[in-house]
DNA sequence: CGCCGCCTCTACCTTTGGATAGAGGCGGCC
DNA sequence: GGCCGCCTCTATCCAAAGGTAGAGGCGGCG
């Protein structure tokens, strides 16, 4: 006897995208795309529907909701399809967001299409597959918590990243300038650089600031 | 009788991708994709082999040459096939260093098919075509002058958005640290600010620069 | 209560970055 | 040929930022 086919969604908004997953995916026994969307919301809605088995979303769409936030969206229902990230990003701004909403799985665009089939079984089966970069980038984060910065720091740090000095810092937060030096020079140690700069491009990356 | 086919190399670093822009491009009448490279060397030394009409490059590869690097070093060669960038980001940073190497059009990949296969036939015939944020890029660059940068003046506003110093800069990019001083002097001037962090600031919010 | 983390501030010194004012080379354009 | 924009480089001076080494206040927690 056969196993009823896994049956997919896919969700990016480039139509090349889509193309490349449909030609990479239905050439697998067992797998059937039974749907594509185009943005956020409408991966919602389609999934809602009842008929999938595994969403394959990607984080950035053009405009409107993120990747992250459908995925919540889709999880919290019962009987939720399992949702695998494939997307091109992945710094903590992404994968974190992406992991906490319920996410089953996370994998790059640039993985080779065997490794995106089993992955795409593995996550049926309710299992997760992780890019060996995200998977990096987690253990270290358990490691080195050295990152946390406190909420005075970040405040600080996001003026930084708008291009205000030291003074105006200072003046904006009611402080002396010497004060926010010693903010900075916390973080700086925190984050292992050694200018403003750095430090925000560091903090960016790690998505404790936005931008 | 028929004309001979376009033939065509797709160059991106995403086994997704390509498999989207074949599935996408070979149900069209007329072309046909005859190389696949997933580096940008690769894209090089294939497209020098005389057999392809078109290559359809994106910009940027995991690691080692760009996008950029690779059509300049085509588009140098005698009878040298048409170059069309398709690619995902479109700030100035992307387009004009590929536009400046020689690139006949520039695609984003969130464009619908058929404006995919159209513009490779108007590539293969010599002609341009542009996606309209880029085009509309270009167009503002040309009224406000103020604000535009200089490829080398981008090109080191994209390193201080990296956190490195002068020093660093001018060793990256092989010049003397007064030089990297006097092409942000510059910029400063033309954005309208006084510190490296409030350039990357204002360049970010321009779309100069990405992240 | 005592410890600890966070926030605030001070002082001194070094390094980096920014402002200014040049100059020369090179390539494109009229 | 002459002009102009871009890139490269130099030199000096001043301001800003970073490194180091503190200290005191405050609140939470065991």
Not at 32 to 55: K, L, M, P, Y
Not at 159 to 187: C, F, M, P, W, Y
């Amino acid at each position: 006897m056969t196993e009823p086919p896994i049956r997919l969604l896919l969700a990016d908004d480039h139509p090349i995208v889509r193309a490349g997953l449909r030609a990479v995916l239905e050439t697998e026994p067992g797998l059937v795309v039974s749907a594509e969307a185009a943005t956020a919301e409408e991966a919602v809605v389609r999934a809602a529907e009842g008929d999938i088995d595994v969403v394959l979303m990607d984080l950035r769409f053009g405009s409107g909701m993120t990747g992250a936030e459908a995925t919540a969206a889709i999880t919290a229902r019962p009987d939720a399809p399992r949702v695998l990230i494939v997307t091109t990003y992945d710094t903590d701004a992404d994968t974190l967001p992406a992991i906490e909403a319920g996410a089953t799985g996370y994998l790059l665009k640039d993985a080779p299409p065997e490794d995106l089939a089993a992955a795409v079984r593995t996550a049926a089966a309710g299992r997760t597959t992780l890019a060996p970069t995200v998977a990096d980038r987690l253990m270290n984060r358990m490691r080195m918590p050295a990152t946390a910065l406190t909420l005075r720091e970040i405040e600080v740090l996001v003026l930084v990243a708008d291009g205000l000095s030291n003074r105006a810092i200072a003046d904006r937060l009611h402080l002396t300038e010497g004060t926010v030096k010693s903010h900075l020079a916390r973080s700086y140690t925190k984050l292992g650089v050694d200018s403003r700069t750095a430090a925000v491009a560091t903090a960016t990356d790690l998505g404790l600031i936005r931008r």
